[in-house]
């Protein structure tokens, strides 16, 4: 399979000049979002970071401005002071004060607010994992705005080895009956690729026409990059499954190049 090297995250996952991109999975979401959020800030671009589930409120290294309403147009009429300028916006509806995190926004709100607001970009956590690093969807996951171009799956490398259960995976029972693996078994790049493949697994409610981007995050780990090509090689496998689909590689906290591929139908 040929790659691509690439110094920036959002030119990696082919992200376009405007849209909205919906991030799934565990293992990096957050990170990567404002990862993503910066890059595009420093080119010029007002990018709205938001959910649809629950996220972390955030601090003000991650956005410098934050907004909080449930009346849309309330939301839209104080980014407009912003049209034009390179900045990170966080928007929440409100704050759930108990688990600190904020509420999101159906799925519907963020459609409008991609066509009628001033934003280059909609950045949105569509899924919840806990902080751990996989994930299996269950019949409510994830929460994905039609409009979204993109929808990027993520998945830690550092869970390879480790034994499915509860430590290292949100939602394990549901991961092992996706994948067939048993309680307490190490998770394989084979595990992975079937939870990539499968319909009811990480892409799972992705939009008819977005276009699916597998995030493998903690490549910088000792042995992270020997890891990738293991899963790369698993899911070329089972490429009947998934294609087309990008595949990027790199770290969301602390990488400094990326790499590509494209598995095509």
């Avoid at 934050?66 to 309330?74: A, G």
């Avoid at 704050?95 to 600190?100: D, F, L, M, Q």
């Avoid at 090509?229 to 009947?240: A, H, K, P, T």
Wanted: overall charge positive; glycine content about 14%; charged content about 25%.
């Amino acid at each position: 399979m040929e790659y691509r090297a690439f110094p920036k995250a959002h030119e990696a996952l082919g992200l376009g000049t405007r849209g909205m991109a919906s991030f799934v999975g565990a293992g990096g979401k957050t990170s990567l979002c404002y990862r993503l959020a910066h890059e595009m800030a420093r080119e010029g671009k007002l990018v709205l970071v938001t959910t649809t589930t629950k996220m972390m409120r955030p601090t003000g290294d991650q956005a410098e401005v934050s907004i909080f309403s449930r009346r849309p147009q309330e939301l839209l009429e104080e980014a407009r002071w912003f049209r034009g300028k390179g900045r990170v916006i966080f928007a929440g509806s409100s704050v759930a004060e108990k688990e600190g995190k904020v509420l999101g926004f159906e799925p519907d709100y963020l459609d409008m607010i991609l066509k009628e607001g001033p934003f280059d970009f909609l950045l949105v956590e569509a899924d919840g994992a806990r902080g751990l690093s996989i994930k299996a969807p269950n019949e409510k996951e994830p929460v994905i705005p039609s409009g979204s171009g993109w929808v990027v799956g993520t998945i830690g490398l550092d869970v390879l080895g480790r034994p499915l259960g509860p430590q290292w995976a949100f939602r394990w029972e549901l991961l092992g009956l996706l994948t067939g693996q048993a309680p307490g078994s190490p998770i394989t790049p084979e595990t992975i690729a079937r939870l990539v493949g499968h319909p009811r697994g990480l892409f799972k409610g992705c939009p008819k026409g977005a276009r699916k981007i597998l995030f493998l995050n903690k490549a910088d780990l000792q042995g992270g990059f020997a890891r990738a090509g293991e899963v790369l090689e698993n899911v070329r496998e089972g490429s009947s499954q998934v294609a087309p689909l990008s595949i990027v590689v790199g770290s969301a906290l602390r990488g400094e190049e990326f790499w590509r591929w494209e598995v095509d139908a």
